[in-house]
């Protein structure tokens, strides 16, 4: 079993449509979850973290995370063809530091 | 982009050939990190230095020699690599290794293709 699942897609979404990206992680004692985006042939860069249960907002993007659930969540509202990239979800359990393979999402114009 | 940067951004090698990566931080940070990048595969965390000192080596082939000589500045050795180890070569620096809330910000990375 992978340590971060989550689906490769693509994930075709039309432009002002919400975006939902999903992860599970397998380590009950992770405690640090964080989306990346990555476009193609750039380096991740930080969308969102989120450390406790519930929802976290920062303008069109909200995490989800249920620890209980072993999942978290990405929706990105009023998606925007400069939103088509491929998502990292990260999980971190102190010295233990994994990615997923990431989710690739397309936003169709 | 410009915290974290990184060269050569392109690396053509052989396998008896001998070649370092640089990478270096611009934001006072104290851990750094090597990830490496395969096609179709998660990031796979390699190196952590935590205030100069490794603190992680996950399982990496010892023709991967990393070096750390001050908190700002981070190599990777390579000598005798396979083809298989051609991938993208990520560098990471965050406020510190110990923080279970870190975040970690990247650098451009370094596309290494080894023949």
């Known amino acids: 079993q992978k340590e971060v699942e989550q689906n490769s897609g693509p994930l075709s979404v039309p432009e002002g449509a919400i975006a939902s990206l999903n992860c599970t992680y397998s380590d009950r004692g992770s405690q640090s979850f964080f989306w990346y985006r990555q476009y193609s042939g750039k380096s991740p860069e930080l969308i969102m973290s989120i450390y406790s249960n519930g929802d976290k907002e920062d303008g069109r993007f909200t995490a989800q995370l249920n620890k209980a659930s072993q999942y978290v969540s990405l929706l990105i509202r009023d998606s925007q063809p400069s939103d088509s990239a491929t998502y990292l979800c990260?999980?971190?359990?102190?010295?233990?530091?994994?990615f997923g393979s990431g989710t690739k999402l397309n936003v169709k114009p | 982009e410009t915290g974290v940067t990184q060269t050569p951004r392109h690396l053509v090698m052989g396998m008896t050939n001998k070649k370092s990566l640089k990478c270096e931080q611009h934001l006072g940070h104290n851990a750094m990190y090597w990830y490496k990048q395969s096609a179709k595969k998660p990031l796979e965390l390699m190196f952590v230095?935590?205030?100069?000192?490794?603190?992680e080596n996950n399982s990496v082939p010892s023709r991967f020699s990393p070096e750390c000589p001050n908190s700002s500045h981070l190599f990777l050795h390579l000598h005798t690599l396979q083809p298989e180890d051609s991938a993208l070569y990520l560098c990471a620096s965050s406020q510190d290794w110990t923080g279970n809330t870190d975040t970690q910000y990247f650098g451009p990375g370094t596309r290494l293709t080894v023949l």
């Open positions: 230095y935590n205030f100069k000192e490794q603190t």
């Open positions: 990260a999980v971190r359990n102190f010295n233990k530091f994994y």
